[in-house]
């Protein structure tokens, strides 16, 4: 099965009134979106609403979603409505404090500008993420490291890993779990702080 | 449930693990699962914004949206080859039946108005229609009458609903003429 499946599952799961699946899909493409609208706006705390809006209409929109597209591409394109929309009815508050022109939102072509939004707090977070989940796999056992390693940062499917690390498809399942878990022991008490922003 | 909730992160589970893991979203521990989870793939990949979450903002903004209850979507794949079978056999066999329909009426009308004209008389005693009164009566009558009953069978109510019969009759009066 591949990750577009799982979304189509979850995304049936949620047109049969099942509203906590979306929240598995919010939870995973939340920062996609919020790192593709702030290539489009500049204020970290208007990314922040325009991603919520996006995931609200998205919602709203899903009994219309029929597969034909991934949910991910679907979504980004209501982000991308989204944001333009608030770029537009901010006009006003957006050319007396940035850069951004207006009259160019409608031919907006996604990469080609990035900015750095974050504020020094966000970045601080991130960085202190990034610092702990690295030193958290390294004092991983080898197997774990390797396991986790190929299916997170080279995108392998359990059968490849079993394949490449000469081992059966269940103990790459169990190696890739323990070693989350391992992880994200460390992690929790970091991200304990912003527990109340998870839903 | 987490070896479960990890296998799913990674599209790696099975049927009753989707379900079991969706069935347990209410249990925070589970979300919070979910949320590490997802976390660590984006840290150790060192994508940006990784302190950004508003899944709490979200969802709870959806607490006041209406259930989204959407009618299951048709499927897009084509149809199995046994039903595409089915609708060709059903489709010619429809088809079989409007020509058969049409054939039977068309034969049943033909048949009798190419009754010979004696027959006609013995089994019809009462109302007979004009055209076979003349063919019943065509040896009394003078040659010029026969000529022009013939000539106006085309007029007559009775091969209103034969179509091409009245033709075939035509031609069959014609011969018994002398």
């Known amino acids: 099965m591949s990750d577009r499946d799982l979304d189509r599952l979850l995304v049936e799961r949620v047109q049969r009134g099942d509203k906590q699946a979306f929240g598995l899909l919010v939870s995973k493409y939340?920062?996609?979106?919020?790192?593709?609208?702030?290539?489009?706006?500049?204020?970290?705390?208007d990314v922040e609403d325009v991603v919520q809006e996006s995931f609200i209409r998205a919602y709203r929109a899903l009994p219309n979603f029929r597969n034909d597209s991934a949910f991910y591409t679907w979504l980004y394109r209501i982000g991308v409505n989204s944001a333009k929309d608030w770029l537009v009815s901010n006009r006003a508050r957006i050319s007396a404090t940035s850069a951004v022109d207006i009259e160019d939102v409608e031919n907006y072509e996604i990469g080609?500008?990035?900015?750095?939004?974050?504020?020094?707090?966000?970045?601080?977070?991130?960085?202190?993420?990034?610092?702990?989940?690295?030193?958290?796999?390294?004092?991983?056992?080898?197997?774990?490291?390797?396991a986790v390693s190929l299916r997170e940062i080279d995108g392998l499917s359990?059968?490849?890993?079993?394949?490449?690390?000469?081992?059966?498809?269940?103990?790459?399942?169990?190696?890739?779990?323990?070693?989350?878990e391992a992880i994200a022991l460390k992690l929790r008490p970091l991200v304990n702080a912003n527990a109340e922003k998870r839903w | 449930m987490k070896n479960s909730l990890s296998a799913l992160l990674d599209a790696e589970h099975s049927v009753s693990e989707l379900d079991d893991v969706c069935m347990a979203l209410s249990d925070a521990?589970?979300?919070?699962?979910?949320?590490?989870?997802?976390?660590?793939?984006?840290a150790l990949r060192a994508e940006m914004k990784l302190g950004f979450d508003i899944s709490a903002k979200v969802m709870a903004a959806l607490e006041n949206e209406p259930t989204v209850l959407a009618p299951r979507a048709?499927?897009?794949?084509?149809?199995?080859?046994q039903t595409r079978w089915f609708r060709q056999v059903s489709a010619l066999a429809a088809s079989l039946a409007g020509v058969m329909l049409v054939a039977?009426?068309?034969?049943?009308?033909?048949?009798?108005?190419?009754?010979?004209?004696?027959?006609?008389?013995?089994?019809?005693?009462?109302?007979?229609?004009?055209?076979?009164?003349?063919?019943?009566?065509?040896?009394?009558?003078?040659d010029h009458l026969q000529d022009y009953l013939v000539a106006h069978q085309a007029h007559t109510s009775v091969g209103a609903l034969a179509g091409g019969s009245r033709n075939v009759r035509a031609v069959s009066a014609t011969r018994g003429a002398p």
Do not use: C
């Open chain 2, 29 to 42: 521990e589970v979300r919070r699962d979910w949320a590490d989870y997802l976390l660590i793939g984006e």
């Open chain 2, 74 to 81: 048709v499927s897009a794949t084509p149809s199995a080859p």
């Open chain 1, 158 to 180: 359990y059968e490849e890993i079993a394949e490449a690390m000469n081992t059966p498809v269940g103990t790459v399942r169990s190696r890739i779990f323990r070693a989350r």
């Open chain 1, 112 to 146: 080609e500008h990035h900015r750095d939004n974050d504020t020094p707090e966000e970045v601080l977070m991130s960085k202190q993420i990034a610092a702990t989940v690295n030193a958290a796999v390294a004092d991983l056992p080898e197997d774990m490291r390797m």
């Open chain 2, 104 to 142: 039977w009426v068309t034969l049943t009308f033909s048949a009798n108005e190419i009754i010979s004209p004696s027959s006609q008389t013995a089994a019809a005693p009462t109302i007979q229609p004009a055209t076979q009164l003349a063919s019943a009566t065509s040896d009394k009558l003078p």
């Open chain 1, 30 to 45: 939340q920062r996609k979106l919020a790192r593709l609208l702030s290539r489009m706006i500049w204020n970290a705390a």
